[in-house]
């Protein structure tokens, strides 16, 4: 069913007598039925009921950090994730460093545009959370909250300016995200590091293919895992198919670093 750029409100019928604003809310808060697992929160995330009108889909209470990307492929549009501040805190202090809400947020906005039929367009990006809802302009928007033991935690708005088919959302999600537990299913960047050096500008500028860097490391010994910049485990580099993997021997405390 393909939507119009302009605006639909609850209420409004097409000429065959259908309402277009509630297919598209309900493919929307099935979309986002699916990411919830991957939106952080103390206790288990329950959609509100969603709204074209902001005073109808009350924002967190305080919001700390809002999110935006734009939808592309098969659907067109934008995509708003708000959050409440205990999460931008919990965020703000993993044990591997902070995590910017953009970086932490990606998995769940990335769902919600593959289940809508489409893609999220480039890495999304932080915005003010005043007048944060401004950049739904222009579309059949849809605004999810998602309650935790009844209070709005998270906030989910999407507006639709295509979309060539409608259709049936829903589904279960693949299960909630609990308290650390919070952040169990937020993505973070793990590096193996078999060495590092120092080297003058000049070393740099002058190496070229075939020349051989030192590292400060002995050959044989262990590897290191780091998550986010912070070394978590050390291991041996082994062969997985035709990949390069670490097999874990070392689990490092924070004792020990």
């Known amino acids: 069913m393909p939507f119009s750029a302009s605006p639909l409100v609850p209420g409004q019928q097409d000429a065959s007598g259908a309402e277009p604003w509630q297919q598209a809310a309900d493919l929307v808060t099935g979309a986002v039925h699916e990411a919830l697992a991957q939106i952080p929160s103390v206790e288990p995330l329950e959609l ?3 709204s074209a009108e902001e005073t109808e889909a009350p924002l967190p209470e305080p919001s700390a950090a809002a999110v935006t990307g734009y939808l592309g492929g098969a659907v067109e549009g934008k995509i708003l994730l708000v959050i409440g501040q205990d999460l931008a805190d919990a965020l703000g202090s993993t044990p591997f460093g902070a995590l910017e809400p953009a970086q932490a947020l990606k998995p769940a906005l990335e769902t919600v545009a593959d289940r809508l039929g489409g893609r999220l ?3 999304p990006t932080a915005i003010g959370v005043e007048g944060c809802l401004d950049v739904l302009a222009g579309g059949t928007r849809v605004l ?7 209070t709005v935690t998270s906030f989910v708005g999407v507006s639709l300016t295509s979309l060539p088919e409608a259709q049936a959302g829903g589904g279960s999600p693949a299960g909630n995200a609990w308290g650390i537990d919070m952040l169990r299913d937020v993505e973070m960047e793990v590096t193996c590091e ?6 003058t500008v000049r070393q740099l500028l002058a190496l070229a293919p075939g020349d051989v860097v030192e590292l400060d490391r002995l050959a044989g010994a262990p590897a290191d895992l780091l998550v986010n910049g912070t070394l ?3 291991g041996e580099v082994v062969v997985v198919d035709e990949s ?3 097999r874990i021997t070392e689990i490092v405390t924070g004792n020990d670093t």
């Open 48 to 50: 509100g009921q969603p």
């Open 121 to 123: 367009d480039g890495a």
């Open 144 to 150: 999810v909250p998602l309650l935790a033991g009844g």
């Open 194 to 199: 078999l060495g590092r050096t120092r080297m």
């Open 232 to 234: 978590l485990a050390r």
């Open 244 to 246: 390069f993997g670490l």
